[in-house]
């Protein structure tokens, strides 16, 4: 009989234990870091990023977490300085002890973070464009790139602009981002059979580029391409536009950011041409791009979320997804299901491809317009939309994986 | 071929010496502030942005680019009265390291400020109507903007020429920067002369800001862009001298300018490799006086 | 008549405050001893760590040889460069690495100084800042480094010392593993402070033209300055770059000479502690700052120029002055 007591105590111990060791795993949260430039040139780009990624955490919340277990967003500053994001993320997981890790805009932050969440085997979603961080010396099991990589942008929109024969010149900025586009340019064009007569390669952070356009002048090409990003990539085309280029020559970007043509306005990209991953016209064609738009709408006062910023609501959704489904936060499992998941979180079906974790996606090509005065927000034309497909990723091989 | 390349060259030089343009009212601004204050102004970037701001600010309330052209230097200029009547002033005598601290600071303050007011994105600003569109220079066209501010640039180098050599506020300024003791003793009161040379400074820095703007647009980080560049421009000159800053800038400019042209990656480090080189050479600058600051 | 120095109230701190100064090397390793337990996260105390040491190197020629320098971002960005493509790309093992990225620091500053010595006062300060920008160019377009990119990779995950295997990927184990390569240092620049040398330095400071007067060959005094200078800024360099396993080509702008400055300006050049004090400081406000609000540039600016206005000989300078302290 006392024995039966002592067991039965035991029991009644252990059960008890165990219930408030659920209890306290239903109370902690899911915890997801976003370190993202918040200061600096692209903050604007930056703080959509944050209400896209708020966004996603409030649909699973509202539709119940995982068993009860709410999601949480600690959002940082990054500064766009690789060594303050390799702090965030150190402080990320060490002091706020997140789950997981999404964010980063520049290609060196998000290397540097991806250094750090590697090492400690925290998942790091990427949603900003590298080419180098598909590379085997970079990626990791834990890493997702879920942002197109230039050499994506780069085929969809060369195989779309390119024609036999034509002649094709670039304006590239001084770093890895302009010449991994001139890169994917310059093979698209030996596909297509068009010819680059000329490069001219410009500092990052030029202001100044009446240096450069003469010379881009005397080459009499059929298209230009601006290979630089954010405020070099609306200078550039500005001043380029004021030499009276546009007239002979089509303009084209690999990113038509919507946050730079609202800034720089209708005239200085009129007639430009680019790739984007996102814009919220979609909507007639994919239901779920309508939803995102519709609760964006809804939350924020009518305005419409931007290419960048619909990264972040893309990543942090389908990484819920992943832990929803895989049941659990255990970062072995979300991995697993994370790289098997097929997705439709904004703009139509995605998946990650296994050798480099690459979001395989839509890219769609869009020229800018004047905005009709009824709706501001109407500033691009969407030309063509190429369907989701591995062809225009860089091979497994070339990537450096066996 | 070769018709090509020499018009492409000169074309550059053009270039080069709009570029040159906007250095030069930059440094010749540090320089005067140097020379008269010893004074290591490092909110000049930051003043020069306040001047572009501060023209986008008044064109939409007097939508005309001239006015506004007169008005920026002496908004920019009042601004920079404020900032040495309250802030820099208390650090004299304590040595160069702190006037130079303390307007890093305030480089930082004046750069938020202005995101809180406009935002972090940038505004773009147009040129005006009749500036626009391009000229014959006889190797080529050229942007008539463009050469519109070499000419202001030329216009005020003038206007500042003739005052310090022709009046006789000016004849204080040069003494002032010769030996500032003796003026003291000589009974005027050095500080409303510093003060003044301070508005000065700031006001031509503020004027470069607008004329750059229908160039590049106006950000917020546009002042930490050519803050560097103006330091350089003021030391190869040799800091304290207008002379030196006027040759200094339209030399960078030009080199820069051709730099970019033949070895584009080295476009911005060349003036560094142009400074190095003159300060090894002759360590006090190009027309830099010994004495002014050691 | 009222001589006034008998009446001079003495603080009662002042005691302890000799004390301090009198085992200068044991206080700042106790205070660096507790830092990790006293700061809002390990990260910024690790970062204190690093840049207090890179801001004591770079003392030496600032508050102690009196010459400002620019460049000395490129003293910090070799090392860590050096460090991290030994580490990373030649897999070779931390104890070589760490001094030889030191080395290497050590003998750049010997190139640069050779050609900077010859300048003074703000051009030495801009043929400095000239001569790392020229660094931060030919780093940029080495392909090792990863140009923008950065160079990632320097993984440092355990080390086995005497037997025993240490997780540095613990941010407190990480912490004391640097701690111990900075006490080293603190106390090595210690003991040149009080040697003879250390008493030419700083005579150099005081008067250039007495100090050769009195048979020293100044020249040489000052480049010497400058390597070793260079060689603890090396040091700070490679722990950093192991400290977040990647270097950004960010560590060799003006802006990371610039902000070694203002770190011994704040804290008081030319004291011991102050360029501890003065990284304790700037880098903890920013943190903060940047943990609370977004527009942390306004507040840290401000603090910066109420410091700058109200501290003139900087924390631990005016510290000193008020307790009345020879």
Redesign the interface.
């Known amino acids: 009989m006392k024995n039966l007591n002592k067991l039965a105590y035991a029991l009644c111990l252990a059960s008890a234990l165990g219930a408030s060791a659920a209890h306290a795993q239903n109370a902690t949260p899911i915890r997801i870091g976003l370190p993202v430039p ?4 692209y ?2 780009e930056a703080k959509d990023q944050v209400r896209n990624a708020e966004l996603a955490v409030k649909e699973f919340n509202d539709a119940g977490g995982l068993d009860g277990r709410k999601a949480e967003l600690l959002v ?2 990054d ?1 766009l ?3 303050e994001a ?2 965030r993320a ?2 990320l997981i ?2 706020d002890k997140v789950n997981y890790i999404v964010g980063g805009l520049s ?2 932050t998000q ?2 973070t ?3 969440t590697k ?2 085997k925290v998942i790091y979603i990427s949603i900003s464009q ?1 080419d ?1 961080i598909n590379e085997a ?2 990626m990791s099991r834990y890493t997702f790139h879920e942002a197109f990589n230039p050499h994506m942008t780069t085929q969809a929109l060369g195989r779309h602009l390119f024609k036999k024969g034509m002649r094709i010149a670039f304006l590239t900025a ?4 302009g010449h991994e586009m001139a890169r994917g340019f310059t093979a698209v064009a030996e596909e297509m059979g068009a010819k680059i007569v000329g490069e ?6 030029t ?2 580029y ?3 356009l ?2 881009l002048q ?1 080459l009499k090409p059929d298209i230009l391409i601006f290979n630089n990003f954010g ?1 070099d990539n ?2 550039s085309i ?2 380029a536009g ?3 280029m546009k007239k002979n020559t089509q303009f084209a970007t690999p990113v038509l950011l919507y ?1 730079a043509r609202q ?3 209708p ?2 990209y009129e007639n430009v041409i680019g790739a984007t991953s996102y814009y919220w016209a979609i909507e007639d064609k994919s239901p779920s791009a309508k939803a995102l738009n519709d609760h964006y709408k809804a939350a924020y006062n009518g305005a419409y979320p931007s290419d960048y910023g619909a990264l972040a609501y893309s990543a942090v959704k389908s990484l819920l997804e992943a832990v929803k489904k895989a049941g659990t936060t255990d970062t072995e499992k979300v991995v697993d299901t994370l790289a098997a998941l097929k997705y439709d979180t904004y703009k139509g079906p995605q998946y990650y491809r296994a050798c480099d974790h690459q979001s395989v996606q839509s890219v769609l090509i869009i020229e800018s317009k004047e905005a009709d005065p009824k709706n501001p927000d109407d500033v691009f034309k969407i030309v063509d939309e190429v369907p989701p497909t591995e062809d225009i990723l860089r091979s497994c091989a070339e990537l450096g994986f066996k | 071929m070769d018709g090509l390349t020499l018009q492409l060259l000169g074309l550059q030089l053009f270039t080069g010496l709009a570029l040159g343009s906007i250095y030069v009212l930059l440094a010749v601004g540090l320089s005067l502030i140097f020379g008269m204050l010893t004074v290591v102004n490092f909110a000049h970037g930051a003043f020069f942005m306040v001047g572009a701001y501060a023209g986008y600010s008044l064109y939409q309330y007097v939508p005309n680019f001239w006015l506004c052209l007169v008005a920026v230097p002496v908004v920019t200029g009042c601004i920079g009265i404020v900032v040495e009547r309250f802030l820099v002033r208390p650090l004299y005598g304590r040595g160069i390291d702190y006037p130079l601290l303390l307007t890093f600071g305030l480089a930082y303050v004046m750069v938020e400020l202005i995101r809180i007011q406009f935002g972090k994105q940038g505004l773009p600003v147009d040129t005006p109507e009749s500036l626009q569109g391009a000229v014959d220079v006889f190797v080529g066209p050229f942007p008539l903007y463009r050469l519109f501010v070499i000419g202001v640039t030329a216009l005020v180098l003038a206007a500042l020429w003739l005052f310090i050599e022709k009046t006789s506020f000016g004849l204080v300024i040069r003494a002032g920067a010769r030996d500032p003791v003796i003026v003291r003793v000589l009974g005027i009161d050095i500080s409303r002369v510093w003060l003044i040379v301070f508005g000065i400074g700031t006001g031509i820095s503020g004027l470069a800001g607008y004329l750059s703007a229908p160039m590049q647009g106006i950000a917020p980080e546009m002042g930490g862009n050519v803050l560097i560049v103006a330091f350089v421009v003021t030391v190869v000159g040799g800091m304290g001298s207008l002379t030196g800053a006027v040759v200094a800038g339209l030399l960078i400019g030009v080199v820069e300018s051709l730099t970019a042209f033949m070895f584009p990656e080295a476009a911005k480090v060349s003036m560094f490799v142009i400074m190095a080189f003159v300060l090894l050479v002759r360590p006090l600058g190009l027309f830099g006086r010994a004495g002014l600051m050691s | 008549m009222n001589t006034r120095t008998l009446d001079m109230p003495r603080s009662r701190c002042a005691p302890l405050f000799r004390l301090i100064r009198a085992h200068r090397v044991l206080a700042s390793l106790l205070f660096l001893v507790v830092l990790p337990w006293l700061t809002p996260n390990y990260s910024v105390a690790t970062h204190i760590l690093i840049f207090g040491l890179y801001a004591l190197g770079f003392n030496l020629i600032f508050g102690y040889m009196g010459m400002l320098s620019f460049g000395h971002a490129a003293f910090l960005g070799i090392g860590a460069y050096a460090a991290g493509i030994l580490i990373a790309q030649h897999h070779v093992i931390w104890w070589l690495a760490i001094p030889a990225a030191a080395l290497l620091s050590a003998a750049a500053a010997l190139v640069i100084g050779m050609l900077a010595i010859r300048t003074r006062g703000i051009y030495f300060a801009m043929v400095t800042l000239a001569l790392s920008q020229c660094v931060y160019f030919l780093i940029y377009q080495l392909p090792a480094s990863g140009g923008e990119n950065g160079l990632r990779g320097v993984n440092v995950s355990e080390i086995h010392v005497l037997g025993l295997t240490f997780d540095i990927l613990h941010p407190i184990v990480k912490y004391y593993f640097f701690f111990c390569f900075v006490a080293v240092a603190l106390w090595l620049i210690s003991r040149i402070l009080a040697s003879p040398f250390g008493h030419a330095i700083q005579a150099i400071r005081e008067n250039e033209t007495r100090t050769r007067a009195c048979g020293f060959n100044v020249e040489n005094t000052k480049l010497i300055t400058f390597v070793l200078s260079g060689a603890f800024c090396g040091l700070a360099g490679a722990l950093y770059a192991i400290n977040l396993s990647s270097v950004a080509i960010e560590t060799l702008h003006y802006e990371t000479s610039g902000l070694v400055v203002m770190i011994c300006l704040l804290g008081g050049m030319g004291t011991f502690f102050g360029p501890l004090i003065g990284a304790l400081l700037f880098l903890l406000i920013q943190d903060v700052f940047t943990h609370w609000t977004e527009h942390w540039q306004l507040y840290v600016g401000c603090i910066f120029m109420f410091f700058v206005l109200f501290f003139p000989k900087g924390v631990w300078g005016t510290i000193l002055e008020k307790l009345h302290a020879d």
């Open positions: 918040l200061t600096g040139p903050g604007a940082r500053d500064k300085n690789p060594g390799a702090q150190l402080d060490e002091k290609a060196a290397l540097s991806n250094n750090i090492q400690r590298s180098a010396a970079d001084d770093y890895a981002y001219v390669k410009h500092p990052l952070g202001s100044d009446s240096i450069f003469p010379r005397a405020r609306q200078i500005k001043q004021e030499f009276g946050t800034a720089a306005g005239k200085v």
